[in-house]
């Protein structure tokens, strides 16, 4: 039995080699063409993988009117951030949060995946606290602010990532 998985840990990683380990480590994904879909307390995270480049994205939905106020608090908060980047959608209604590495088998996965969600939990956390702080200081009103218990809902249809 070690042998096989040795072996598994030894083959080429694929999108279903992905999920199939995700599916073991009860995250209970949604495959789909090019990407699959998690929840990653109680959002939408989207997992990507192609030519050895795997990315782990989180997404939110923002008021247009705190898109700079978002802005201002990513630049500082992306200094103490290694593996996370918030990035401001196209349309200023949505934030992403992208945790993304190089990665080519099922062990380095099984080694990257958790880290990367646990990076994007913290980068969140420390994002969300930090706009408190500044709405705080700036005398805003909180209440312009999805949370993140708010955000987009995990039962909802998004297009593919292209």
């Known amino acids: ?11 080429a990683l694929t999108l279903r080699s992905i999920f199939r380990c995700m599916m ?3 995250f209970y994904p949604i ?8 929840n990653l307390d109680d959002n939408l995270a989207v997992l990507e993988y192609e030519d050895g480049f795997l990315s782990v994205r989180l997404f939110f939905s923002i008021d247009p009117e705190t898109c700079m106020l978002f802005m201002e608090v990513s630049n500082s908060t992306m200094l103490t951030t290694d593996l996370v980047k918030p990035v401001i959608m196209d349309d200023r209604k949505n934030i992403m ?15 990257f995946f958790p880290r990367a969600v646990e990076c994007i939990r913290e980068a969140v956390t420390e994002h969300k606290s930090e706009m408190k702080r500044t709405i705080l ?6 209440s312009s602010l999805i949370g993140t218990d708010e955000g987009i809902s995990s039962k909802t249809k998004r297009k593919p990532l292209s």
Not at 1 to 11: A, D, F, G, V
Not at 31 to 38: M, N, P, R
Not at 97 to 111: G, V
């Open 31 to 38: 495959y789909e063409d090019s990407h699959i879909l998690f």
């Open 137 to 142: 200081s700036q005398g805003l009103s909180a």
């Open 97 to 111: 949060f992208s945790c993304e590495t190089m990665c080519d088998t099922l062990k380095e996965f099984r080694k």
């Open 24 to 26: 073991e480590d009860g």
């Open 1 to 11: 039995m070690r042998q096989l998985c040795s072996k598994r840990y030894k083959m």
